[in-house]
């Protein structure tokens, strides 16, 4: 149990071009998913946290006009690159929160979407 | 403030070696959960375990285990008999009550199992 699916897990765009990656929990219900971006040979850092219904809260120095993220069902979170520039170009991971109890809680990770902007 | 610190940047060992990978935490909440993930070259975060700071029972899991000791705040992970497969960069993290679900991650440390 506990699966997280991304899409694309690869993405080439030209410069300019929106991009959208989608996130789904597939067995399970998430009020909230996170985004995050990494780069090579560093950790991964917290984008926004993105709660079913409502709007997302973006981590200080993220553009929420650069990385829109809409959060439309329980099971699916969407974040989308618009006008992207070869600086965008990272590796775009997202996570499930899971938790039947706070003692269980616990976050499922997607496989990550590569996006390259050239 | 939430940290966590992995000194460890690189560990490179050879096959059928244990590897001990360091994790020390901060934080000033009483009630927390510690993570340890794997990521391999692919890229994908595996969860491998997590712990809840009330429970400081110490786990064997296959060639993996854990050590949680609250005294000095730290959270290590063994890989006995490491194998090439176990090659990867493994983060801990922390989650605490007032943090609204988000982890904190470590550095880091990459694991190299050479054959």
């Known amino acids: 149990g506990a699966v997280v699916s991304q899409h694309p897990s690869r993405v080439i765009c030209k410069s300019g071009t929106s991009v959208k990656i989608e996130c789904r929990s597939l067995?399970?219900?998430?009020?909230?998913m996170f985004w995050y971006r990494q780069f090579p040979k560093q950790s991964l850092m917290l984008m926004a946290t993105?709660?079913?219904?409502?709007?997302?809260?973006?981590e200080q120095g993220v553009e929420k006009d650069k990385f829109l993220i809409n959060h439309a069902s329980l099971t699916l979170s969407t974040l989308t690159v618009t006008s992207a520039h070869p600086e965008d170009s990272s590796f775009y991971i997202c996570?499930?929160?899971?938790?039947?109890?706070?003692?269980?809680?616990?976050?499922?990770f997607g496989p990550g979407t590569r996006l390259l902007v050239l | 403030a939430q940290k966590v610190t992995q000194a460890q940047t690189e560990i490179s060992v050879v096959e059928k070696e244990d590897v001990t990978l360091d994790c020390v935490y901060e934080?000033?909440?009483?009630?927390?959960?510690l993570f340890w993930y794997k990521q391999p070259p692919s890229g994908e975060l595996v969860f491998l375990i997590r712990?809840?700071?009330?429970?400081?029972q110490n786990e064997i899991s296959g060639r993996y285990s854990w050590n949680f000791q609250k005294s000095t705040s730290s959270f290590n992970f063994t890989i006995t008999a490491s194998q090439v497969v176990d090659s990867a960069v493994y983060f801990c993290?922390?989650?605490?009550?007032?943090?609204?679900?988000?982890?904190?991650f470590g550095a880091g440390t990459q694991v190299v199992v050479t054959p």
């Open positions: 996570s499930a929160r899971s938790y039947g109890s706070s003692y269980q809680e616990t976050q499922y």
């Open positions: 067995d399970f219900q998430a009020t909230t």
């Open positions: 934080t000033r909440d009483t009630t927390y959960y």
């Open positions: 993290a922390l989650l605490t009550t007032d943090s609204w679900g988000k982890l904190q």
């Open positions: 993105s709660n079913e219904g409502s709007k997302a809260t973006y």
């Open positions: 712990r809840n700071s009330f429970d400081e």
